[in-house]
């Protein structure tokens, strides 16, 4: 339900817009989030974004990236800029949603994508 897109390799310095397309049955959706997770290490919330379009970063990237999101196409973007080797991870986006008016919230996943930062 959640597809995310626009991975890839890039020197440092360099730029990557990753996008995050919700679909299917969607009745709200409350936050967007972009994940990631480098090779032995522990899976890291990068950004966030509330359905006010609040937003949170971690430290790590605050400054560098922008999170932002499209309510009416269901969309989310992080707008990757000055990228360093160290954010080389496998990209995912996470959302909270309700997939019908009287059903709960709950979290969904979207496949990861490979962004790799190297000269």
């Known amino acids: 339900q959640l597809q995310a897109s626009g991975g890839g390799l890039v020197q440092p310095g360099g730029s990557l817009r990753l996008s995050c397309a919700a679909s299917?049955?969607?009745?709200?959706?409350?936050?967007m989030a972009w994940y990631r997770q480098a090779p032995g290490k522990q899976r890291e919330l990068v950004a966030i974004?509330?359905?006010?379009?609040?937003?949170n970063y971690a430290d790590s990237v605050k400054g560098r990236f922008t999170i932002s999101r499209d309510n009416a196409k269901n969309l989310a973007y992080l707008q990757m800029d000055s990228l360093k080797p160290e954010d080389t991870a496998v990209y995912s986006c996470?959302?909270?949603?309700?997939?019908?008016?009287?059903?709960?919230?709950?979290?969904?996943w979207g496949q990861g994508t490979q962004v790799t930062v190297s000269s």
């Open positions: 974004i509330g359905s006010d379009g609040s937003t």
């Open positions: 996470n959302a909270g949603l309700k997939p019908g008016r009287y059903a709960t919230w709950s979290q969904y």
């Open positions: 299917g049955s969607i009745f709200s959706i409350n936050f």
